[in-house]
């Protein structure tokens, strides 16, 4: 199996995002404001797109976003790999801190790589979240 992540353009995540983040709703829906000025990161599979992610950085900070592996190839470490790869990532950009909105069944997840949760919780379209944040 020949695994590579790539930078790649937003659209190119926007099926993926879409069909594992909200399937019920349109692709407009998982189409950012900003995303014109993010860094989208892809993991290929034999070629295959299985694991997108994005990040968007502002005044030395920095925050990921739709972080999304295709339903069939979770738990095999893809999302984790993208991850790890997406903060050293963010480390070469010098940024002093690292954040998202994780869905709130997703903290220990995050925890694995070094966030921590804060104390700000809230509800979008009916999923739960809590802001998390890694310093460097
Ligand atoms: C969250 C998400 C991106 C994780 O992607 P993934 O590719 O499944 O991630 P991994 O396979 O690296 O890790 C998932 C779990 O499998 C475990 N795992 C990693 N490698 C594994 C392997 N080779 N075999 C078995 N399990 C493995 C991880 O430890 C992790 O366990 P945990 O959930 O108990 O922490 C994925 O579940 C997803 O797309 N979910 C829907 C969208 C979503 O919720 N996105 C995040 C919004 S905050």
Known sequence: MNKKIRQIPAEETYA???RVMW????LTFIILPNDAHGIHYGLYVDEVLVSVVSLFIENKIAQFR???TDQKEQQKGYGSMLL???LNCAEDYKVNKIWCNARLDKQDFYK???FSP???RFNKAG???VIME???
């Open 16 to 18: 993926l995002r879409q």
């Open 23 to 26: 399937p019920q709703k349109p």
């Open 66 to 68: 739709k972080l999304a």
């Open 84 to 86: 790890t790869h997406l």
């Open 112 to 114: 694995k790589f070094g």
């Open 118 to 120: 804060t104390n700000t």
């Open 127 to 129: 999923q739960d979240y």
């Open 134 to 136: 890694k310093y460097f």
